[in-house]
């Protein structure tokens, strides 16, 4: 949508409202050019700048006077976020009539002055000075008492009691909307934040959104199906379409541990680093969601990495920020407030490495949520909302909502936690450490055939040293092994390296990286020397792995 069409309906929105008299009972005064646009000023706020020349001619000579008035503006929050907003004064519009023509008058004023100087200019034979036209640069500001002031020139700061208080008039309402459209609590920060500017000025009562650009436009009619009602098959075969490889049967068992119950939704997908779990959960979603692309933007799907000092629900649910006197609100949360908003839309959560942190500790408030019948989060204690840093106002406990969807992916290595029983018990486990790397990586050839060469290259080699790793359970996933053969591709063409060079190399820096162990290890040590032979980095890797496992009983690579 165009800029213009974008004004042309916020105008036509605002002339369509209850309060709003019609033309030329009332004057709706456009502001919408880029020297009109509004700023904040130290005190208060510069509206526009509005040329009212004709009108005050007119009010001179007693020839008109509106009843209201509606100044349109705009403020733009790069890249693209745009507060449209109307100033609508109508109980104090005699005050701007009256306003108007002090300014008039003032200007017609100076004229006088101007013409006898200039009669005395011309008596001698210089040049003449310019008059001034009236009011075609009225300047329009909001104070902090919410007033609108009035003046020819433009100042830096709003402060009333500098002010003419003939000119001041008060304000009704503020009527204003936000472009693009887009989810509940998903508007801009700094958006909302200048909505919020205006409130402190003219009073939040008089402060309202309209819904110009619905929030239901952002969302498309396959946005509002739940998963439950799709067909396990359509969904697998976009899946596979979004780049999925899960020849498991993962797609269908992750569908059936998600739906089953009508209240709780709540999976775990478990196994090495780079298998695709969360691959499996994003793409799921955007298939549910029905969209064909891994680039489209998906307003309904939120990805919310783990941290590891996560020792209570805070880094989920959110707090109070003394500060700034607002409530912070994290992904998940915002989570939670989209799905209480689209009741009829399934919203997913990916908790990405869920494990970094102690799960009980930061997960527990919601786990009790989820199996508590008519469940809710509780988040503050106050009695009255509080303002959320997203927007939305954040109340002091939210209903779960049942078409929220949650899948969690855990790593087990040395860097993770164990899981609980307790959280193991209130969800679905599936395991997806199971590897089939040649079917894989046919996929891959499948999906860009100019990896052909580097795939034929490379996987006699990966597959032959993945599965003397997996009987020591340190194989590697999907995502080294497609990583190692757009090495290669590149390698080849771009390095002039050899193909032998090139998986030698990326032995020692990318697969073989994650080795350690003991004796028992010993066998994979021999094992992968006989299967890289000829590949002089590598050898030299295993022969130091050897000599640290002789000497101290273990090895590890990085060390």
Known sequence: MSIEERQKQFEAQIKGLPGIKPEPEARVAKNFGFSNSSRVLEGGLFACTNNVETYSRKLLTGVTESSQFVLLCVLTFPPQDEVYFAI??????ARVNAGLTKLANQVTAKNNDIAAENAK????GRKEKALSSINNNVKFYVTSNGNLY????FRDAVVEADLDPDCLAGIDAIEFAIWPPAVSARRSLLAREFVGYLGSLVGKERVHELT?????SALSPDMRRLPHTLDVADIEVAVQKLGGFYPGGEVRRYHGALNFLDRKHFVILSGLSGTGKTQLAVQYARAVHGLSSNDAKDPLLFLCPVRPEWTDPTGLTGYYDVLSN?????RFLEAVLVATAHRDSPVFVVLDEMNLARVEYYFSDVLSCIETPDGEIHLHSNGVPIEGSTGTSIPAALPWPPNLYIAGTINVDETTNP????VLDRAVVIDMSEIALPGFLSDLE?????LKAARAAAEPVLVAVHTLMQEHRLGFGYRVAEEVVRYHAFAATSLGATSADIMDQLMVQKVMVKLRGADRQRSLLTGLQKALVGMPKSQDLLARLTADLDEFGSFQTTR
């Open 121 to 124: 200019l011309k008596a001698a």
């Open 446 to 450: 499948t999906r860009e055939p100019a």
């Open 212 to 216: 110009v650009w619905p929030d239901a």
């Open 150 to 153: 009035l003046e020819n020139e």
């Open 88 to 93: 609508v004064v109508s109980q104090d519009a």
């Open 419 to 422: 899981v609980s029983d307790k």
């Open 326 to 330: 607002r409530y912070v609100v994290p």
